[in-house]
């Protein structure tokens, strides 16, 4: 009789286990889909410049924003006006000063890393915005130090949406950013 009741609790268990849609926390996105976003992987980092259209109307300081993570930085940031000569102080900086600026409506609010943690936090997202967490697996750059993954929270757009790998719903990976957790 034990065996038989052991037996239905394992059963009823993985049938309830195997029934549950589980959505993964992020996005996770190749370069090849990446790129389309204004997000460039090479061999030596992530990285991404874009002049946002709306900054006005989203009530942004900058029009601009560059980011860019390499095997010495986990990621840096800058923002500026379109205007604005950009200084390269070291190699990625080069890079991103030659990058050429997409003009894309959305743009990254945060960045950190999958465990909550923020290097680039915006500061002025109402706490129930919802946000695109977009995953970049660091290996895929082939830096040796760097097998990590960079979570960027995109300010989700109609632009973005159409922008996204066909069959990807923007919608089942929305999330609101709160303290330093992600929520559904």
């Known amino acids: 009789m034990k065996t038989k009741i052991f037996i239905a609790v394992i059963l009823l268990v993985t049938i309830s286990s195997c029934t549950k849609k589980t959505q993964p926390d992020f996005l996770y996105l190749n370069a090849i889909q990446l790129k389309?976003?204004?997000?460039?992987?090479?061999?030596?980092?992530?990285?991404?410049?874009?002049?946002?259209?709306?900054?006005?109307?989203?009530?942004?300081?900058?029009?601009?924003?560059?980011?860019?993570?390499?095997?010495?930085?986990?990621?840096?940031?800058?923002?500026?006006?379109?205007?604005?000569?950009?200084?390269?102080?070291?190699?990625?900086?080069?890079?991103?000063?030659?990058?050429?600026?997409?003009?894309?409506?959305?743009?990254?609010?945060?960045?950190?890393?999958?465990?909550?943690?923020?290097?680039?936090?915006?500061?002025?997202?109402?706490?129930?915005?919802?946000?695109?967490?977009?995953?970049?697996?660091?290996?895929?750059?082939n830096l040796t130090n760097r097998k990590d993954t960079v979570i960027v929270w995109l300010r989700p757009t109609e632009s973005l949406k159409k922008l996204l790998p066909e069959g990807i719903r923007m919608e089942d990976y929305l999330r609101t950013k709160i303290q330093g957790k992600e929520s559904k």
């Open 36 to 141: 389309p976003l204004g997000i460039e992987l090479n061999d030596k980092g992530v990285f991404y410049k874009n002049e946002n259209p709306e900054w006005k109307s989203d009530h942004e300081k900058y029009a601009c924003m560059a980011f860019y993570c390499t095997g010495e930085i986990f990621v840096s940031t800058m923002q500026f006006h379109a205007t604005d000569t950009l200084k390269a102080k070291n190699s990625a900086d080069s890079i991103i000063a030659s990058k050429e600026l997409t003009k894309n409506d959305f743009y990254p609010l945060l960045i950190g890393n999958t465990k909550g943690f923020q290097n680039f936090d915006n500061g002025n997202l109402p706490a129930d915005m919802k946000l695109l967490p977009v995953a970049i697996c660091m290996a895929e750059t």
